[in-house]
């Protein structure tokens, strides 16, 4: 069975988008790249021609990737019925990190957005399944390969 990938509805239309994009100006780039390289004679010797092909192949790898986590994607709309104060996939939350008390703000992404250095956190990392379903009050207690950090759920938004 095939994984399932969380998205966003922006993120779901940006895959979209460069799904459209690599199948069309960016092939017929590629493409161009080949012929061009071809001009250049005999092949066996032709740098421009053999990384004309890497990155035909690049592109078609790019390809099946996206279509592979379209085909496979479930998009995570509004909840209406959740409990609207816990956090979940969307939520920006403020936590404050017990160990140095800094305040530090995060939102809980698909593991396809996921970019922790910018404060996009997976909710299937440790610390994103730490914090799903937390109320503003709870403390959250993460197991990471550093030890145990612990946080504060301080503010939820919905983003």
């Known amino acids: 069975m095939a994984k399932e990938y969380k998205l966003s509805p922006e993120r779901f239309k940006a895959l979209q ?3 459209v994009y690599l199948k069309t ?7 161009d790249q080949i012929k061009e390289a071809r001009s250049f004679g005999d092949l066996s010797e032709n740098s421009e021609y053999d990384e004309a092909k890497n990155e035909q192949g690049k592109l078609y ?3 099946a990737e996206v279509e592979g986590i379209l085909q496979n994607c479930v998009v995570i ?3 209406h019925d959740a409990n609207h104060n816990a956090v979940r996939l969307g939520s ?3 936590v404050l990190d017990k160990e140095f008390n800094e305040q530090e703000v995060y939102q809980v992404v698909g593991s396809q957005e996921a970019d922790p250095m910018n404060g996009l956190i997976s909710e299937e990392s440790p610390f994103g399944k730490a914090l799903l379903g937390k109320v503003v009050g709870d403390d959250v207690v993460v197991e990471a390969p550093a030890g145990v950090l612990r946080y504060q759920v301080l503010d939820i938004q919905k983003a």
């Open 17 to 19: 988008d460069e799904l």
């Open 25 to 31: 100006v960016r092939e017929k780039e590629v493409a």
């Open 61 to 63: 790898s790019r390809i």
């Open 77 to 79: 709309e509004e909840a």
């Open 92 to 94: 920006k939350i403020t």
